[in-house]
């Protein structure tokens, strides 16, 4: 019988007891604890073994992360510590993660967060006793500033530990049963509508292939690009819709807001409110936002538009060439799903050169569709 795997990410000297207990804890409870000291990684000789550390954690259902006061060996010299890069890995996985930060971290963090713009104050010159870097208030501040999967609760022994497992690990079962229970009343309709969307986008795709110009294909995919990146689906927050030429023709995120008539600001957290701070990962309805993540969504955007600039080159064209070309487009054609009975689907897509091209679903239940091409 499968169960589930928890990957044990922390330094090990300063915590190797509490890893220990938490190892011992994981197993009462029927999972399987997955530790670098405990053999429980494989490392391939092909690699290295901070890599395969890494490898592990796609292997594994939950995520254990414990932060104490060393910053730890270095990942490969990155800048970050290895355990800095194992909870990376699982958070791009989606994987659950469960934080935890010594009482005493915990503590000087606040300080450390009190000083950090304080002009009076040299943070150089401070020492905090409970750490030996402060690189760990910087992995502190990532993790609670994470847009989701962001909690982080300190601890002063393991009984706070096994106390918050238990109570978390209760609660996530609790809402997967509830959500399968709901799930289950709509399964046949979701079923449904789930195969419908498939053969809607294989169609479109397929269609898009077969008669789509060498411009519609282009646009696809600088859309696509867009559509991966947290920064846009920011800007589509604050109501902004940026196109792929609007992107190329400004260098920074702030710029590409402005030029959508929405100028973003920072927001300034307040020093008489405790915790303001926390909104420094947060969006504002009147066009704030915070500076770390500002700072993230500048340096997303900037990736961003270095791959269309990519894309583009590889078609042959100059940033110039190709604002010249959409300047100078025609109003492209439609992929137009309409209904036929009440409930179904209305949607469009666009770049498909002269050709007008309609899918109509008769009947759900058939779950086939007719094709019709009309020439403009």
């Known amino acids: 019988m499968a169960i589930p795997r928890v990957f044990i990410s922390s330094t090990f000297y300063d915590l190797k007891y509490i890893r220990e207990n938490i190892r011992y804890f994981v197993k009462t409870l029927g ?39 060393r910053f730890g060996g270095t990942f490969k010299d990155a800048g970050q510590s290895i355990t800095n890069a194992e909870y990376k890995e699982a958070i791009k996985l989606k994987i659950p993660v469960f934080s935890l930060v010594e009482q005493s971290v915990w503590a000087e963090h606040h300080v450390y967060v009190r000083n950090r713009e304080n002009a009076n104050v040299d943070p150089a010159k401070i020492n905090y006793p409970s750490v030996d870097n402060v690189r760990i208030f910087d992995f502190i501040d990532e993790v609670r500033k994470n847009t989701a999967n962001n909690a982080i609760v300190p601890f002063k022994n393991f009984g706070d530990i096994e106390d918050y497992l238990r109570q978390q690990w209760a609660g996530m079962m609790f809402s997967f049963l509830l959500q399968r229970n709901e799930a289950s009343k709509v399964a046949d309709g979701f079923a449904m509508l789930q195969e419908v969307n498939q053969r809607i986008e294989v169609l479109s795709r397929q269609i898009l292939t077969s008669v789509g110009s060498e411009s519609a294909k282009l646009t696809a995919e600088l859309y696509d690009a867009m559509f991966a990146t947290e920064a846009i689906r920011d800007l589509a927050w604050f109501g902004l819709h940026p196109t792929p030429a609007t992107i190329i023709q400004h260098q920074t995120f702030q710029q590409c ?11 300034i957290p307040d020093p008489d409110i405790e915790d303001d701070e926390d909104h420094d990962g947060s969006l504002f309805g009147d066009g704030q936002i915070g500076q770390w993540r500002l700072k993230k969504n500048e340096a997303q955007y900037l990736k961003l538009r270095e791959r269309l600039l990519a894309i583009l080159k590889g078609y042959g064209l100059t940033p110039e060439d190709y604002l010249l070309q959409e300047k100078s487009a025609p109003p492209v054609s439609k992929l137009s799903i309409t209904p036929m009975t ?4 209305a949607g469009v897509i666009g770049g498909l050169g002269d050709v007008s091209l309609e899918v109509k679903i008769p009947d759900p239940k058939m779950r086939t569709f007719s094709l019709t091409e009309e020439k403009k």
């Open 257 to 267: 807001a402005g030029s959508l008539g929405k100028p973003i600001t920072v927001y």
């Open 31 to 69: 999972y399987e604890p997955i530790l670098s000291e405990e053999g429980s990684v494989y490392y391939d000789p092909t690699k290295h073994t901070q890599d395969s550390c890494l490898s592990e954690v796609p292997n594994c259902q939950l995520f254990v992360l414990i932060i104490g006061g």
């Open 342 to 345: 009440t409930g179904k689907f």
